[in-house]
């Protein structure tokens, strides 16, 4: 009976995170690789493998060019491996490129041009942000959004938005020149801006007015129980279901708010990590495979539209992970082209080498990190 029971148990885990997580990860990986995949076969770079996850492959087969496409089974990224690739992370080194034939020098990665390196590394964190404005433009065009006004019902007693002035009834117009169209808009403004003072403008008795008011900072559950922390003026909108819209918006304009909302993303992952640096902010909403696993669980429950916006927030979150200039990352590749680009030659395999050695461990420690932060936030320790 026990074993029947843990069966039972194991099956909700894998229809809960597993299944959710591995789509999501994989759509995402799967367009990062892609992008290195054909801008590469564009230059005319040979490509050996692309693969979904490390290690032993599950499947695969191979194609009239000669790439083995293979799933593997560690899902925990993928790689585009080329003819001339000493290892899975694309390092490749003179003593390879050297021992092909002519012929092969000639469709290998290093026998390119500097321009066509640079922009087979950079493709594959710019399709992680082609594919979340694809999705973005997807959901705001084929599902729209629901919205109500910016309108104050009520003031919580003491709150910041109390002692800034606000009353019941106002209506928010803007915040710091930005022109705010709904209140899901506003909370999302006020909640990236704890402990910094907004301009409002606001409508109030047919006249406008200009309140200024600082979020507060406070820890909030939400409905799956997480703790974040955010910034809060202490105002609610009570609006009746005759208050709220669906608004489906054609493809441009679906197009360019998701423009703006893969904008958005990345500078708030900007501004959390320049927080973090200059102490304004902890750490630990760092995350890693494991947050990613539950956090995919517990949005798969609301819906499959949800888990698609969150596949576009984590293609965001890699794409700019993989631009930062860490050896070992595509950031890291580009950083070493601008400097073969400013000395006008690469720079020595030996120096290269200690570059990956050391994003290697930065890389590593990062993990820890996060799997550490993933470990206390489901209080495995």
């Not at 321009?115 to 950079?122: E, F, K, L």
């Not at 694809?134 to 910041?160: C, Q, Y």
């Not at 909403?285 to 990613?292: C, D, K, V, W, Y």
């Amino acid at each position: 009976m026990d074993t029947i029971f843990q069966l039972a148990g194991f099956g909700d885990t894998l229809l809960r995170y597993i299944i959710p997580f591995l789509f999501v990860l994989t759509v995402v990986v799967f367009f990062h690789e892609l992008g290195h995949f054909l801008v590469a076969r564009w230059c005319g770079v040979a490509v050996k493998t692309f693969s979904i996850g490390f290690g032993p492959e599950i499947f695969g087969f191979t194609d009239r060019k000669g790439t083995r496409w293979r799933l593997s089974w560690i899902p925990l990224g993928g790689y585009v491996k080329f003819i001339d690739d000493e290892n899975v992370a694309s390092a490749g080194g003179r003593k390879a490129f050297e021992q092909l034939p002519p012929e092969q020098k000639a469709r290998s990665f290093q026998g390119k041009s500097l321009a066509q390196r640079a922009a087979i590394v950079a493709a594959g964190p710019l399709a992680n942000f082609l594919l979340a404005i694809a999705i973005f433009t997807a959901i705001f065009t084929l599902f729209g959004e629901r919205t109500t006004d910016a309108k104050v019902d009520v003031v919580n007693p003491g709150s910041a938005a109390e002692r800034a002035g606000f009353l019941s009834g106002d209506r928010i117009i803007s915040i710091d020149g930005e022109a705010i169209v709904n209140f899901g808009q506003m909370q999302r403004l006020v909640g990236t801006s704890p402990d910094r003072p907004l301009v409002f403008v606001v409508e109030r008795g047919g006249k406008t007015i200009e309140i200024t008011a600082t979020p507060e900072r406070k820890e909030i559950t939400d409905r799956f129980g997480n703790t974040v922390r955010l910034g809060l003026l202490g105002i609610q909108r009570n609006a009746s279901p005759d208050d709220w819209t669906l608004k489906r918006h054609d493809p441009f304009t679906a197009f360019v708010m998701a423009v703006k909302e893969t904008y958005f993303v990345i500078s708030r992952s900007l501004a959390y990590l320049y927080d973090v640096i200059v102490g304004r902010e902890a750490a630990d909403q760092l995350g890693g495979p494991i947050r990613i696993a539950q956090v995919s669980g517990q949005v798969a429950t609301a819906g499959f539209i949800a888990l698609l916006n969150l596949a576009a927030i984590i293609s965001v979150s890699i794409g700019l992970i993989n631009l930062f200039p860490i050896p070992m990352l595509d950031g890291g590749h580009l950083l070493f082209y601008g400097i073969e680009a400013i000395r006008g030659r690469p720079l020595s395999e030996y120096t290269q080498e200690i570059g990956f050695r050391i994003g290697l461990a930065f890389v590593l420690m990062l993990m820890v990190f996060a799997t550490w932060n993933d470990l206390i936030h489901l209080k495995f320790l």
